[in-house]
């Protein structure tokens, strides 16, 4: 008798011990299952952060680059590649496909020669023609100018801000005059005070890049 005693002792304690482990296995299971599901949702609070940072940051660069006396807050410096009128459909779809869709993707890829003679050879685009869509590019950035605006400055030798930045606006304002007459870009020419300012943003943004 003592002995089935005994052994029904051992086995209740057995059973007993079974259910404390399994106990703790399982709360150890849910509190794993618990932490996956907080880390996951800090992860994915994190991403938002981290995307709402950036977005933020491109904002103060945006608001960075308007002049005190220059565009209202509506400005941007980046355009869809449709702006530039000559690159054909198919020529889109391949610089969509290397993650090229606007006018500073363009213009930040092609930051060298090499850069341009390589995304020529990609393409199937001579280079030169490249570098006069990253000039347009370039301009489209400063403000109140427009696709035809920049396209009659690229005409007149103006390919970057560099170019832009050393110019004086009466000057620059017969040039584009006797080269509108040539090409018949623009039906309405801006004044020597439009780009004046254009002059002074050219300059301002290359101050802020230094």
């Not at 280079?127 to 396209?151: C, G, H, T």
């Not at 000057?171 to 584009?176: A, F, N, S, T």
């Not at 439009?194 to 101050?207: D, F, N, R, T, Y």
Request: hydrophobic share 40%.
């Amino acid at each position: 008798m003592s002995y089935l005693i005994q052994e029904i002792s051992l086995f209740l304690l057995g059973a007993f011990v079974i259910g404390v482990v399994y106990g703790w296995v399982v709360r150890g299971i849910r509190a794993q299952r618990d932490l996956n599901t907080v880390l996951d949702r800090h992860e994915q609070e994190i991403v938002q952060l981290r995307n709402e940072n950036a977005s933020l940051v491109d904002r103060v660069e945006q608001l960075e680059l308007i002049p005190a006396n220059g565009a209202g807050e509506d400005w941007q410096d980046e355009y869809p590649l449709t702006e530039i009128k000559d690159i054909e459909a198919s020529t889109l779809s391949k610089l969509t496909a290397m993650q090229i869709n606007t006018t500073k993707d363009l213009w930040k890829f092609c930051n060298n020669d090499d850069a341009i003679y390589d995304l020529a050879e990609k393409i199937g685009v001579e280079d030169f023609v490249i570098q006069r869509w990253v000039s347009i590019s370039q301009l489209l950035r400063i403000a109140n100018i427009e696709a035809d605006d920049a396209i009659l400055l690229e005409a007149t030798e103006i390919y970057s801000l560099e170019d832009f930045s050393t110019q004086r606006s009466v000057r620059l304002v017969e040039k584009l005059v006797k080269n509108n007459q040539r090409e018949n870009i623009l039906s309405e020419l801006p004044d020597e005070s439009k780009v004046s300012g254009w002059i002074e943003h050219a300059q301002h943004i290359l101050k802020l890049n230094r």
